[in-house]
């Protein structure tokens, strides 16, 4: 794969006041995210928050309010206008500032625009109030609202050339992804419950008898929630070990940038097993000094170091 575009042609004042849009929208919307992404340089932390702008905007259609009908017809709206960009047909003098920081994000850098397609995708089967039996069936809905997200990104990082593994890079972004996703699904159960919305699978929620639901803030009668719990976590860390694999891929800022976004993400998860019913009272989150201590270490290079020795380890 090419190494991103480090130097970006001139910016014209319409495209950067779309960025700077895209990156209000980010640091207001994102707070995970955004801490990540400040540790890139400036055309590719713009770019980034062009991405994270367009998938808020189908995000904030599918969690809205609407008819599931209307809702569909946004989506594709929102679909046609995705293919206007991937044609060229949107220039900086559109009235839209996500779009026109997105097709900019797409001349600039090499990235998979039917990534978005898949999130569009995903989002539909929300709309569509869609359920899960087995883990292979959610790693479907995963792959589309979250994979393609990490080779969107990938698009953007770019990969160290001659590095070892590169081929794989695209699949290690997208088994991270995955790995995140599933860490909000943990933290977001009551929330979706509350919402209609239930993503772990049904397979899992029979296993350990908690198919009733978690819309209360106490485990359901009988069940082992904390099994579940449990159980699922270790899923997202055997998905986070595959998808670490990418750091040592990846030039310095960008392997920072990964390794605080995951790294926030971890300790979350790490939360979420310590007290598994915190999930139902309540959205696990970070205080903002220790995301910054986690990206700090990131900036640092001390968790891409750890990992690439780790990986090392692994393949001798």
């Known amino acids: 794969?090419?190494?991103?575009?480090?130097?970006?042609?001139?910016?014209?004042?319409?495209?950067?006041?779309?960025?700077?849009?895209?990156?209000?929208?980010?640091?207001?919307?994102?707070?995970?995210?955004?801490?990540?992404?400040?540790?890139?340089?400036?055309?590719?932390?713009?770019?980034?928050?062009?991405?994270?702008?367009?998938?808020?905007?189908?995000?904030?259609?599918?969690?809205?309010?609407?008819?599931?009908?209307?809702?569909?017809?946004?989506?594709?709206?929102?679909?046609a206008l995705l293919s206007r960009i991937r044609d060229g047909a949107v220039d900086e003098d559109d009235t839209d500032p996500v779009a026109v920081a997105l097709s900019h994000t797409a001349s600039a850098f090499p990235i998979p625009l039917e990534a978005l397609d898949e999130l569009i995708d995903g989002v539909l089967l929300d709309v569509h109030g869609e359920t899960y039996q087995s883990w292979d069936d959610?790693?479907?809905?995963?792959?589309?609202?979250?994979?393609?997200?990490?080779?969107?990104?990938?698009?953007?990082?770019g990969t160290e050339p001659g590095g070892r593994g590169v081929d794989r890079a695209p699949e290690y972004a997208n088994t991270l992804g995955l790995a995140l996703q599933l860490t909000n699904i943990l933290r977001?159960?009551?929330?979706?419950a509350r919402n209609g919305r239930v993503y772990l699978p049904a397979d899992d929620l029979a296993k350990f008898g908690c198919s009733e639901g978690f819309d209360g803030p106490r485990p359901p009668a009988g069940g082992d929630f904390t099994g579940l719990?449990?159980?699922?976590?270790?899923?997202?860390?055997?998905?986070?070990a595959e998808g670490y694999q990418l750091l040592p891929l990846l030039d310095r800022r960008s392997g920072a940038c990964v390794a605080?976004?995951?790294?926030?993400?971890?300790?979350?998860?790490d939360r979420i097993e310590r007290e598994p019913e915190?999930?139902?009272?309540?959205?696990?989150?970070?205080?903002?000094?220790?995301?910054?201590?986690?990206?700090?270490?990131?900036?640092?290079?001390?968790?891409?170091?750890?990992?690439?020795?780790?990986?090392?380890r692994r393949r001798g």
Do not use: W
Request: charged content about 25%; overall charge positive.
């Open 188 to 192: 977001d159960v009551r929330e979706d």
């Open 1 to 79: 794969m090419n190494q991103a575009v480090e130097q970006e042609p001139r910016v014209s004042a319409p495209v950067l006041a779309a960025y700077s849009y895209c990156e209000t929208v980010t640091g207001q919307q994102a707070r995970n995210f955004a801490y990540g992404i400040r540790l890139l340089p400036t055309a590719r932390r713009r770019a980034m928050s062009a991405l994270y702008a367009f998938s808020r905007r189908v995000d904030d259609i599918g969690d809205g309010r609407l008819a599931a009908e209307v809702k569909q017809l946004r989506l594709e709206e929102t679909r």
């Open 229 to 240: 719990i449990h159980f699922e976590v270790r899923r997202a860390r055997a998905l986070f």
């Open 260 to 269: 605080a976004m995951a790294g926030i993400y971890r300790r979350l998860l």
């Open 138 to 157: 959610l790693k479907v809905y995963c792959r589309c609202v979250a994979g393609g997200i990490g080779r969107l990104s990938l698009g953007v990082f």
């Open 278 to 312: 915190a999930v139902l009272r309540g959205r696990v989150s970070l205080p903002g000094h220790e995301k910054a201590y986690v990206a700090v270490r990131g900036l640092s290079g001390l968790d891409a170091r750890h990992i690439a020795r780790r990986t090392v």
